[in-house]
């Protein structure tokens, strides 16, 4: 099964209003990552945080990290209609090589 | 500077036809990836390469071979194409420990 599970499935909210997507994750990580996809493209990375940080900020998006519950949340404050899109966390395990994604959260944001 | 190119865009196969899906990067990274997405889902991990004359399996290895040609290039092999290999492929290259640079992916149909 994969490593990072996202949650909600999906998110419809207004433009303006936040967004928080949680992701679990099961064995120990060097760090957790955030990504977007835009229907029909590649990812585009939006925050890395190190198993060693609690929480990062980048511009409208706010990353937190608990290692002892193996999760993380995404926030994206003051959403706009341009953040719809699907939004995946990747884990990259303690000492390895292997970056595994979450089945990802789609967003809606309407105008 | 292109970051990770893959070739081609499009493929349509028929089943029991074999292909090669191409991927360089040209960032000098170490690691490169290649990941299956099928319609609503995550990436899942298919092979990777740590660096430059290693491979690894990673989640879904059966019926894909993978060639680390040098360090810019790793390629993905579909021996005998199956109706359930039709997906988008992405490849990803990475810096160790950071974040991953995705192509703009492989749509391939297997009919």
């Known amino acids: 099964s994969q490593q990072g599970e996202e949650d909600p499935q999906a998110l419809s909210i207004q433009e303006g209003e936040n967004a928080t997507m949680n992701c679990s994750y099961k064995t120990s990580i060097n760090n957790l990552q955030w990504y977007r996809q835009n229907s029909g493209r590649g990812l585009v990375h939006l925050i890395l945080?190190?198993?060693?940080?609690r929480e990062k900020h980048s511009g409208r998006l706010r990353v937190t990290l608990d290692t002892s519950k193996k999760s993380s949340s995404l926030l994206i404050t003051a959403s706009r209609a341009a953040d719809t899109a699907s939004y995946f966390c990747a884990t990259l395990n303690t000492g390895g090589f292997k970056t595994i994604f979450g089945a990802g959260t789609r967003l809606f944001v309407k105008a | 500077n292109a970051g990770v190119t893959q070739t081609p865009k499009f493929q349509v196969l028929k089943t029991g036809q074999s292909m090669t899906l191409q991927c360089a990067q040209d960032m000098n990274h170490n690691s490169m990836y290649w990941y299956r997405q099928d319609p609503g889902m995550g990436l899942r991990l298919i092979y990777y390469?740590?660096?430059?004359?290693?491979?690894d399996k990673g989640e879904v290895p059966n019926g894909y071979n993978v060639s680390r040609l040098n360090k810019r290039e790793f390629s993905l092999r579909l021996e005998s194409a199956a109706p359930s290999q039709t997906s988008v492929y992405f490849c990803?290259?990475?810096?160790?420990?950071?974040?991953?640079?995705f192509g703009q992916g492989t749509r391939l149909t297997v009919v």
């Open positions: 990803a290259s990475i810096w160790t420990g950071d974040e991953a640079f």
């Open positions: 390469s740590a660096s430059e004359g290693t491979t």
């Open positions: 945080i190190r198993s060693n940080e």
